[in-house]
């Protein structure tokens, strides 16, 4: 539990794994003080119900940070701070509407300076003694291994201590930005962590594709945002792939997030946060699980995912933290259950918030917010 005498500052807490991690913190006693963009950020979370449930009070403030990339951005956030979790990043929109131009722009850039900005806040504050950082999978592997144009070999897991060299563009899709932009700012803070010896260390945590329930989504079509999306499509009748099969479900990627507080995990060190999957698992899991949409075609089981196999070894993170990650059975229950709850609300009326939801031909895929 998090003591009273402990202030954490959050990152990216109105995202899917920064929502699900800042409940986690105020569950464990912790004093907290999210960075957003804006005031109507702050309201927003506020409004939830997960959060208004727990009655934080004084226990959550605010900071406004409208731009991670401006100089000092984070200097004022960190006044007083003991530990900082750090999730924010830019995101793929899951097409192509950053144009090949502008990749380095929207991501490495972002991706690397905000990271620098806030080790830099930290180191300047004095008063921080972890920091933990939302890496990803993504950042271990080589893209022609995640897309399957390699076959790693099944002999050699992808291990917490895989590093890859950075690749600079142009890139051939917003999934391949983003992947470097993870690849930059993990060497990029080791880089300075080695320079700069700060009193303070660094917890690199690596997640897979990210599956949970998505409180931040408040319509089904909220909801086919990020990598639940790639579950969702597939249960909805699209075709599509290949993907890496590794997957974590949201709520061990929050109870991770925390735990790294504990001064007991080892610092300066990544953690892999993922196991093995197969996308078309969901398939049989939701025919078992939800008949009942199966029969009235919200769901459907003409979908297919190919799945890209990468062995993986989390033991050390299994070791460390005290826990064996949920299924992927798990994961794609929760996944579902929300989607069809919001799918039912808006057929029934109940707090529509939406003009409709999402038609079969409608479906997105957006499969690269794969940490955050």
């Not at 500052?9 to 699900?20: F, N």
């Not at 939830?48 to 605010?62: D, E, T, Y």
């Amino acid at each position: 539990m998090g003591s009273q005498k402990d202030l954490v500052l959050i990152t990216g807490a109105t995202g899917h794994v920064g929502s699900w991690t800042l409940v986690q913190l105020l569950r464990e006693g912790y004093r907290v003080r999210a960075a957003v963009r804006s005031q109507a950020k702050a309201a927003a979370v506020l409004a939830r119900p997960q959060i208004q449930a727990l009655k934080p009070g004084h226990r959550l403030s605010f900071v406004i940070v409208p731009d991670i990339t401006a100089p000092g951005a984070y200097d004022n956030a960190v006044e007083g701070t003991t530990h900082i979790i750090h999730i924010a990043s830019p995101l793929a929109s899951g097409g192509n509407g950053v144009p090949l131009s502008q990749h380095d722009a929207h991501f490495i850039q972002p991706a690397v300076r905000g990271t620098i900005s806030l080790l830099e806040a930290a180191n300047s504050g004095g008063t921080v003694r972890r920091i933990v950082i939302t890496s990803s999978f993504i950042a271990l592997v080589p893209m022609d291994e995640l897309n399957g144009r390699r076959q790693r070999d099944p002999s050699k897991p992808v291990s917490p201590n895989d590093r890859i060299p950075f690749a600079p563009g142009p890139y051939e899709s917003e999934f391949a930005a983003y992947a470097a932009s993870k690849v930059a700012a993990l060497q990029q803070a080791e880089a300075w962590m080695e320079r700069e010896r700060p009193p303070f260390d660094v917890v690199h945590l690596h997640p897979g594709f990210v599956l949970g329930r998505n409180d931040t989504a408040t319509t089904a079509g909220q909801a086919m945002q990020g990598t639940n999306s790639v579950v969702l499509a597939l249960l909805l009748g699209k075709r599509f792939g290949p993907y890496a099969g590794a997957t974590v479900h949201a709520s061990d990627v929050a109870r991770a997030h925390v735990s790294a507080l504990d001064p007991t995990v080892l610092g300066n060190q990544s953690y892999i946060l993922s196991q093995s999957a197969r996308w078309n698992d969901a398939i049989a899991i939701a025919k078992r699980e939800f008949p009942k949409a199966i029969k009235t075609k919200l769901l459907v089981t003409g979908g297919s995912v190919k799945t890209t196999p990468l062995p993986i070894d989390a033991s050390l993170t299994e070791e460390t933290f005290g826990f064996r990650f949920a299924s992927y059975e798990d994961q794609v229950i929760n996944v579902v259950e929300h989607f069809l709850e919001l799918r039912l609300r808006k057929k029934t009326g109940v707090q529509m918030v939406s003009a409709s939801a999402p038609k079969k031909q409608q479906v997105v895929v957006n499969v690269s917010a794969i940490a955050c």
